[in-house]
């Protein structure tokens, strides 16, 4: 079954970038599309981006959509989140999560991103 | 993108049943027969559950069942349980590669 792992949370200042990572150790991740959820301290889910399979089609939120770029490398079974222009309002846990026929359903654990001064 | 809408929170007694409500519009839910359900325990990753609208998971409980009309997709849970005390959140395909989620429910199992 597959697992994933996110990495790369932390505190950064406002305006600031960060790069979130996840680690799959599944063998037929290149055959997924993934996605990034967050979910803000006491709030509920939202969708920010995914990628498909061969990275030819990338979608976003609209609230992150130029400041944010996913990306994945499927020879390292690895998805990323480059997140440039934090402000607070993106203070949330990221969860890598992967897309079975356009339903979401398997997730990683997440990671924290926290963005104060 | 708007967030489909849920009822902030809904409660039984054990052994009871409850729906819970997941309304979108028809660039989302009603469209298409891609809605999904999410249980999150406080402090854990969200628990895949339900998807196209009425599908259970492996090894999801068949007390757990999912259908739609129009624009509303609705979560059944029979037999409320202790461990059924939970947060739930409904998610739509949106086209174009994009999803949209529930504003989600607290479920108190009274």
């Known amino acids: 079954e597959e697992q994933l792992a996110e990495s790369g949370g932390g505190l950064v200042k406002p305006g600031g970038s960060l790069r979130l990572s996840c680690s799959s150790s599944?063998?037929?991740?290149?055959?997924?599309?993934m996605n990034w959820v967050r979910q803000a301290p006491g709030k509920g889910l939202e969708w920010v981006s995914s990628?498909?399979?061969?990275?030819?089609?990338?979608s976003y939120a609209d609230s992150v959509k130029g400041r944010f770029t996913i990306s994945r490398d499927n020879a390292k079974k690895s998805l990323f989140l480059q997140m440039n222009s934090l402000t607070a309002e993106d203070t949330a846990i990221y969860y890598c999560?992967?897309?079975?026929?356009?339903?979401?359903?398997?997730w990683g654990q997440g990671t924290t991103v926290t963005v104060s001064s | 993108q708007s967030a489909l809408t849920q009822p902030a929170s809904v409660s039984g007694s054990p052994g009871q049943s409850i729906t819970i409500s997941c309304t979108g519009t028809?660039?989302?839910?009603?469209?298409?027969?891609?809605v999904s359900w999410y249980q999150q325990h406080p402090g854990k990753a969200p628990k895949f559950m339900i998807y196209?609208?009425?599908k259970r998971s492996s090894g999801v409980s068949v007390r757990f069942s999912g259908s739609k009309s129009g624009n509303t997709a609705t979560l059944t849970i029979s037999g409320l349980q202790a461990e059924d005390e939970a947060d739930y959140y409904c998610?739509?395909?949106?086209?174009?590669?994009?999803?949209?989620f529930g504003t989600g429910t607290k479920v108190t199992v009274l």
């Open positions: 999560a992967r897309d079975l026929s356009l339903s979401i359903d398997v």
């Open positions: 599944g063998v037929t991740f290149s055959s997924y599309s």
């Open positions: 990628i498909s399979s061969s990275s030819g089609y990338i």
């Open positions: 028809s660039s989302d839910v009603g469209i298409y027969n891609l």
């Open positions: 196209e609208v009425n």
């Open positions: 998610c739509s395909y949106a086209g174009s590669s994009t999803f949209v």
